[in-house]
């Protein structure tokens, strides 16, 4: 089976491919923080979603990008994993 980081790195090759990639990077980075904020707070998508008052698969499609979140919803996602949302330019 092929790994993503191998076809990650064949892919980013292609300039379309980086273009798009480089374009969604801050999206990416975003999510790859909190996910790894949840996962140190040792916390379940099910744990976050009942803190935050909401469910499950909220939690899943935020994590997934198949969500455009709202700066509301990703400075209670950060005080809900113990962060503190900062935002530079």
């Known amino acids: 089976m092929t790994k993503f980081s191998d076809l990650h790195e064949k892919w980013m090759k292609d300039p379309k491919y980086r273009k798009a990639y480089e374009d969604w990077?801050?999206?990416f980075a975003i999510v790859e923080a909190m996910i790894k904020m949840r996962i140190k707070n040792k916390m379940s998508q099910k744990d976050l979603a009942k803190k935050l008052g909401t469910k499950q698969p909220a939690i899943a499609r935020f994590e997934s990008g198949a969500y455009n979140p709202t700066l509301s919803f990703l400075k209670k996602l950060?005080?809900?994993?113990?962060?503190k949302l900062e935002i530079k330019i």
Request: hydrophobic share 20%.
């Open 25 to 27: 990077e801050p999206e």
């Open 78 to 83: 950060s005080t809900a994993l113990g962060g």
